[in-house]
């Protein structure tokens, strides 16, 4: 069984930043990928960004320039530097994790979620 632990949310005001951490733990083979969705009330869950294994990144377009993805493989975390935060950043943001957890077997994992407002 494979868990993701995320930490980092919170309130901050337009303009400020926030820096989300995920961890990956248990049953882990290798990492596909990880990344970050984002759900705000009233709307569908959507990808922020990720990082393949191979170092290739995607951003949403409303948070390029804003937000930087990172990943540290030792530790198997990913982080993302959320900068010059704006009130329609607000949303509960998850982290993802594309994971084999055996050679052949491969899922798609979340942690619980955290809360990140944006809000003078």
């Known amino acids: 069984q494979v868990q993701l632990v995320e930490s980092g949310g919170g309130l901050v005001q337009p303009g400020g930043s926030l820096r989300l951490s995920c961890v990956a733990s248990?049953?882990?083979?290798?990492?596909?990928?990880m990344g970050w969705y984002r759900q705000a009330p009233g709307k569908q869950r959507e990808l922020v960004a990720d990082?393949?294994?191979?170092?290739?990144?995607n951003y949403v377009d409303s948070v390029k320039g804003r937000f930087t993805i990172t990943r540290d493989n030792a530790k198997k975390a990913v982080y993302l530097q959320m900068n010059s935060l704006k009130p329609e950043d607000t949303a509960v943001y998850y982290c993802n994790g594309r994971i084999y957890s055996t050679h052949v077997q491969w899922d798609d994992y979340w942690g619980q979620g955290t809360q990140v407002t944006v809000s003078s």
């Open positions: 990082l393949n294994s191979g170092g290739g990144r």
């Open positions: 248990g049953s882990i083979f290798s990492i596909i990928s």
